[in-house]
């Protein structure tokens, strides 16, 4: 693994196993013996409000510290001020978290991607980014055999790195198709945004950011060189401009009949 900022890496506990690269048998081995060890301990101490973060102990515990557990983050997003092949956001997500394309588009990391979609009565068109929806009840939480794929109290969802084992299923548990699997070998990966070939990703909101109490990357690139389409913040805050405006306009989720609660809300002005 070659998280080595060890101030801002918020990934796992100390001395935990790498998962870049080809993993050998013993390192499997014991690639699996942490996991039940790491998975019962996650099972008998962490509250649904508790992270995985917080059984780190140490720095992971900086990152916890500025968790607002009553936060629920959340994006708006103004389909009618996505520019058509505007692509600012996926560059800045990119730039920001170390991701990009390989060449291999059916299987190439795609934290956000810009949709088309068209409404079959009137024959208009929009195009709008997806990302991870961050759902209130995520599917992809629930299927997770080991506790990687977990809810951060503030809603934001998350992969531990260490403990994915790549089996996926998170991936055909995901309404969104939000999530991407690593095949490729890995090089200069970002300290505050972990990664590791053979696991699943998706975005994470920018958490780093977020801990800074700064903006994701995507937001701040569409409002200073795309639409301006993008707005992020508190939707538990009644005060926030994020939750004045999901409580005064006509906003939407994708796929609410799912029940899954997403913290991304779309708009169209
Ligand atoms: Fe999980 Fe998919 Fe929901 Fe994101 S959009 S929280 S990956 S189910
Ligand atoms: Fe969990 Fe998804 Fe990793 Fe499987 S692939 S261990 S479901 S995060």
């Avoid at 997003?77 to 956001?89: F, L, N, P, Q, W």
């Avoid at 997500?93 to 588009?105: I, R, Y």
């Avoid at 796929?255 to 913290?263: A, S």
């Amino acid at each position: 693994m070659s998280c080595t900022d060890k101030e801002t890496c918020t990934c796992t506990p100390a001395g935990s196993l790498p998962v870049d690269g080809e993993a050998s048998p013993g390192i499997e081995a014991g690639r699996r013996a942490f996991i039940k060890a790491g998975g019962a301990f996650a099972t008998i101490a962490l509250t649904p409000t508790v992270t995985l973060m917080s059984f780190g102990g140490g720095k992971a515990n900086a990152a916890q510290e500025s968790l607002d557990p009553k936060a629920r983050w959340g994006l708006l997003i103004d389909v009618a001020k996505c520019g058509t092949g505007c692509s600012e956001c996926v560059s800045a997500c990119q730039k920001e978290n170390g991701w990009q394309d390989t060449g291999h588009p059916e299987t190439d990391a795609q934290w956000i991607r810009k949709v088309t979609v068209k409404n079959p009565k009137s024959g208009a068109v929009a195009e709008l980014p997806v990302m991870c929806q961050h759902c209130d009840e995520p599917p992809c939480a629930d299927v997770c055999p080991t506790g990687a794929s977990f809810k951060r109290a503030d809603g934001i969802v998350l992969v531990d790195k260490h403990l994915c084992i790549g089996c996926r299923y998170c991936m055909m548990a995901c309404p969104y198709k939000a999530r991407s699997f690593i095949h490729e070998t890995l090089i200069d990966q970002k300290p505050y945004a972990p990664r590791g070939k053979g696991t699943v990703e998706s975005c994470t909101m920018c958490v780093h950011r977020v801990d800074r109490g700064e903006i994701p990357a995507c937001v701040e690139s569409c409002n200073l060189t795309g639409g301006g389409a993008m707005m992020f913040g508190n939707l538990n805050d009644p005060q926030s401009e994020i939750a004045k405006r999901v409580a005064e306009l006509t906003s939407t989720q994708l796929r609410p009949d799912l029940g899954v609660d997403p913290g991304v809300h779309y708009t169209y002005l």
